[in-house]
């Protein structure tokens, strides 16, 4: 098996994944929030697209055996495992901006935006290309008569998982998410391992 590597709590990571290669995203304390990002590794234009993945899908929440589409309209990964099976792919990286504007900060932190721009830039992804990221475990209840939503504590438990599996050479961008009102309160690490 192959080794666990850890994301420190408000920090991201990037690095590559093969064609049939299996992504394990951990949650090893729970109630923690993940970014994740996916570029094709021959031409990072060709980018993860939460508006062409959710149209083909027909609703809002993805579990296992659920396709992850690019910008092109390519599969990029599969969902093949998933613990928790609510994750959200509508809101995006939180940023300086999210901080000073939801949370009035003064000294805003970069946030996962900033997180996924400099664990990228290696791969020459530049901060505009960085779209919705899938984020795993991350808890959007949705009112479907109002259409509004809230950010809720995940329903994550310590040691859970959701498993992808590469359709595509990818490069991927991933966090230990940096916004307190998606992880229930406290920032906490996260684990991934690839198979």
Known sequence: MADIKTIPPRSGAGFTL????TLTVIDPEGRQVSDLLA???????EAISSGRTLDYASRLYLTTGDLLYSNRSNVM?????DDVGRHDFLLTPCSKETFAIIYGDTDPHRGCFGNLAEA????GVEPDQIPVAFNCFMNV?????TGTFTVEPPLSKAG???????AMDLVIGMTACSALQSNGGSFKPIQYRID
Do not use: C
């Open 77 to 81: 990964l599969e969902i093949v495992s």
């Open 141 to 145: 209840p949705i009112n479907g008569e």
């Open 160 to 166: 859970d998982t959701i498993v992808f599996r590469a």
């Open 18 to 21: 093969d064609k049939g290669q």
């Open 120 to 123: 990228l830039e290696p791969w």
């Open 39 to 45: 570029y094709n590794r021959a031409d990072v234009r």
